[in-house]
């Protein structure tokens, strides 16, 4: 057994709790508040700009070609997620500009720009693989209507 599986068996009942989750069953079926949506894409983007950048930090100190186009792949895939979040802002005229982070958002985003900017290819990975293994089922917080 992998060990990214050993991890998913062993906080299953973690997981369920988080999918039946009140924002994220709210998420998926439509009736999440309209104001708590637009804080969600607002926190949502203000972490995928960071994510990106992220990225591009392993794509300038990836060593092989492979490294190239992989982070280039990756970074084009974070673009084309914040063009999404950029048709919900105009439709629901959410303003990005001047997103406060929640503390939550801000200590990721601080921890994981702060890894990168070290240089260290492996760290940065490890720092950024915690969003792309929990995105499916952990959305960020938000406040309850």
Request: aromatic letters at 10%; a neutral charge; one cysteine or more.
């Amino acid at each position: 057994m992998s060990l990214a599986q050993h991890l998913w068996d062993i906080n299953a009942d973690l997981a369920a709790r988080i999918r039946t989750h009140d924002f994220v069953q709210g998420l998926g079926n439509g009736s999440l508040p309209i104001e708590n949506f637009k804080r969600y894409v607002a926190q949502d983007a203000y972490f995928l700009d960071a994510f990106a950048r992220g990225y591009a930090f392993c794509l300038a100190n990836g060593t092989s070609r492979e490294d190239l186009y992989g982070f280039a792949e990756l970074i084009s895939g974070v673009v084309e997620e914040l063009k999404l979040h950029k048709s919900y802002t105009e439709r629901l005229q959410i303003d990005l500009s001047g997103v406060t982070p929640i503390a939550e958002t801000k200590f990721y985003v601080d921890f994981l720009l702060n890894t990168a900017r070290r240089g260290r290819l492996g760290e940065t990975i490890a720092a950024m693989t915690r969003r792309r293994s929990t995105l499916a089922i952990c959305p960020l917080p938000t406040e309850t209507a």
